[in-house]
């Protein structure tokens, strides 16, 4: 039996509104990942930001604003460096990648509680957000929606034929570099969620299973904020009842669901 007087601790409250925040953020900006095939990139974005943490935790500064400082500057610099340079983009998204993770491993050895924060940001821990985290959770998804409100016909028309919007006239390399401005702001604040090692999951997982079963791109992330909103619930009522990591918990759960829908779809 499921004890629901979770939510009497404040932590809990606050790891399930940064958790249903984060689950609009994803089914939004995460189909928007899939359509575009960006997946690996925003893997990139996730492990590069950890350079960004770790330069916030040595200089004694906020680590999730460092972090998505560098998410976004990752996110330009792979769009810039891919489009103009004679890289594929596979080797810039390696390069940004290594360099991130390399620069937030040196950086964080220097400092004080290394092994907690490691664990902390590569594996995420929910538990310990904060108000001010939700209060910063929100603030930017509600940023991220006004500006897909404002453009969502510029997105759609990138997302399904981009060369038909550069013939009309849309500005495509701008709008990409800041689709991926975009995912690089939500990256880091779902590695507050599940980690660097797992945010690929939560941000693409619920938008694969809503685009296998609904149609129009509306429905699509409507079903999957729904469905991300569901799995973090659940991933933390479970997590709560068995004293085991909320975040691999949350993941779980929408694997588990995703490889059901997978069968349940043939």
């Known amino acids: 039996m499921i004890d629901l007087d979770f939510l009497q601790y404040d932590f809990m409250r606050n790891a399930l509104a940064a958790g249903l925040a984060a689950s609009v953020l994803c089914g939004v900006i995460g189909i928007y990942v899939i359509l575009n095939k960006i997946v690996f990139i925003s893997d990139g974005i996730a492990h590069a930001a950890f350079g960004g943490i770790g330069l916030g935790y040595f200089l004694g500064y906020d680590p999730l604003a460092f972090g998505?400082?560098?998410?976004?500057?990752?996110?330009?610099?792979?769009?810039?460096v891919s489009s103009r340079a004679r890289v594929s983009e596979d080797t810039a998204i390696g390069v940004f990648m290594a360099t991130g993770m390399a620069?937030?491993?040196?950086?964080?050895?220097?400092?004080?509680?290394?092994?907690?924060?490691?664990?902390?940001?590569?594996?995420?821990?929910?538990?310990?957000?904060?108000?001010?985290?939700?209060?910063?959770?929100?603030?930017?998804?509600?940023?991220?929606?006004?500006?897909?409100?404002?453009?969502?016909?510029?997105?759609?028309?990138?997302?399904?034929?981009?060369?038909?919007?550069?013939?009309?006239?849309?500005?495509?390399?701008?709008?990409?570099?800041?689709?991926?401005a975009m995912v690089a702001f939500s990256v880091v604040i779902l590695i507050k969620i599940v980690g660097i090692i797992m945010v690929i999951a939560l941000l693409t997982i619920p938008g694969a299973i809503s685009r296998r079963h609904m149609l129009g791109l509306p429905a699509i992330m409507a079903g999957s904020m729904f469905l991300g909103a569901i799995f973090v619930t659940i991933g933390l009522l479970i997590s709560y009842e068995l004293d085991v990591p909320s975040g691999a918990t949350i993941i779980l759960t929408a694997a588990a669901v995703f490889f059901l829908s997978t069968v349940l779809s043939r």
């Open 103 to 180: 620069l937030g491993i040196m950086l964080l050895t220097l400092s004080q509680g290394y092994a907690r924060d490691l664990y902390g940001y590569l594996f995420g821990n929910i538990l310990a957000v904060t108000r001010s985290d939700v209060l910063l959770i929100s603030a930017l998804t509600l940023i991220i929606l006004a500006l897909v409100f404002l453009l969502y016909k510029e997105f759609l028309l990138l997302s399904f034929d981009p060369i038909y919007a550069e013939a009309i006239g849309l500005p495509v390399q701008s709008l990409r570099l800041l689709l991926l």
């Open 68 to 80: 998505i400082g560098s998410a976004v500057l990752t996110a330009l610099g792979i769009g810039m």
